[in-house]
């Protein structure tokens, strides 16, 4: 296995993560039916660690919270060996505030994450997706708070645009809070957006990158093919995300 640090920080991370996306049972999102219980989640993460990997990704809407149940289950008396990455910012409840980057919404959602995971401190709390409601500095404040309360150990976002996080990072520098260290953002063979703006954005300012779905969700695993474009086992058959260009695919 081959480490690096994440960002400009002392954290040493490997090169490879283990995303928990598809732990639990029951549907993801509409169209996805995950089907992986807890002795089939125990293998993969004992797997992954005995192999070095050291970042396992998570979220606190994966299968309704089951991922992180799961994955907390999973390490076990190893959690010191991980370094456990959760995001906030989707949907979690049937309540109108129960979504968002809200100081509520994020500190509720924070408590809620440990207790699921099992574990009293999260390394690495990210924004899963931006919030139009809720202003940049609130967002930024709550994830403050989190940190100098020990409850995160580091904070990132995902799926932002870059003048959005831009912004954010702008607020936290200003006011001494903890800044971004990573961000997680889709990036393939097809689907290279990130490299126009992201990519200099953290470069200048030493943020780590954290890719999601590297393989297009399994489109580039090589069992998408002219002669068998849609497989009947494959997850894209229901759910067509993260979109690509099928004939240049």
Do not use: C
């Not at 959690?79 to 809200?102: P, W």
Request: hydrophobic share 40%.
């Amino acid at each position: 296995m081959q480490y690096t640090t994440l960002g400009h920080t002392g954290l040493v991370v490997s090169r490879l993560a283990f995303g928990a996306m598809t732990f639990g049972e029951g549907q993801l999102v509409p169209g996805v039916i995950n089907n992986i219980d807890q002795n089939m989640a125990d293998q993969m993460v004992n797997r992954a660690l005995d192999a070095g990997i050291n970042l396992f990704d998570t979220a606190d809407a994966y299968t309704s919270g089951q991922s992180e149940i799961m994955l907390g289950k999973a390490l076990g008396n190893r959690r010191h060996e991980a370094i456990i990455a959760t995001k906030v910012g989707f949907r979690t409840g049937n309540a109108i505030t129960d979504t968002g980057l809200s100081y509520r919404h994020i500190i509720a959602s924070a408590e809620a994450s440990l207790k699921r995971l099992g574990t009293d401190y999260i390394d690495l709390y990210q924004i899963h997706i931006p919030d139009p409601l809720t202003p940049p500095e609130e967002t930024v404040r709550a994830l403050d708070d989190l940190v100098r309360r020990g409850m995160v150990r580091y904070v990132g976002f995902s799926n932002l645009p870059a003048w959005k996080a831009a912004r954010m990072l702008a607020i936290q520098e200003r006011h001494g809070y903890a800044r971004f260290v990573g961000a997680q953002m889709y990036y393939s063979l097809l689907g290279r957006d990130i490299e126009h703006e992201i990519v200099p954005f953290v470069e200048d300012t030493g943020i780590g990158i954290l890719v999601w779905s590297p393989l297009a969700s399994g489109f580039l695993s090589g069992k998408y093919t002219r002669q068998t474009p849609v497989p009947e086992d494959a997850r894209r058959k229901n759910f067509q995300f993260p979109p690509v260009e099928v004939e240049k695919g």
